[in-house]
């Protein structure tokens, strides 16, 4: 089970792993992965700018000029590093287009997507984006 600030994501992807107590009683162990039910609703309090599209984050930021969104590109991909977690992501002059999902858990929305997410959101607001 997901849990990122108070918050609880349940749902299944290829490390669901279900067990049955000695009282039959069925339980679901999840590797962090989170299906799209509910999901949108509860990252729109974690990451507001960012949008669930096909168990995708997906975030459009537009900067003043082509050197805005490269110092932009440069500065997530330090935290991308730090994070060792990578963005898929175009650019096209002054538009950055971001979309986020962790390869290793099958292409999920995971905890290392909110939380680079975050961190995309706040050097956009350090860089005065959109």
Not at 59 to 72: C, H, N, P, Y
Not at 107 to 129: C, F, H, K, M, Y
Request: negative net charge.
């Amino acid at each position: 089970m997901l849990r990122w600030k108070g918050y609880e994501v349940n749902g299944s992807c290829k490390g669901e792993q279900q067990h049955q107590d000695g009282d039959g009683v069925q339980t679901r162990e999840r590797s962090g992965c989170a299906e799209t039910t509910d999901l949108a609703t509860r990252l729109a309090a974690l990451v507001p700018q960012w949008t669930l599209v096909d168990g995708t984050l997906l975030r459009s930021v537009v900067f003043e000029d082509f050197r805005a969104a490269m110092t932009f590109i440069g500065r997530v991909a330090d935290e991308a590093e730090r994070l060792n977690h990578h963005p898929t992501w175009t650019n096209t002059y002054n538009r950055v287009q971001i979309t986020l999902t962790t390869h290793d858990a099958g292409n999920q929305v995971t905890e290392l997507d909110i939380e680079l997410a975050e961190q995309i959101d706040r050097l956009t607001s350090e860089l005065s984006a959109d």
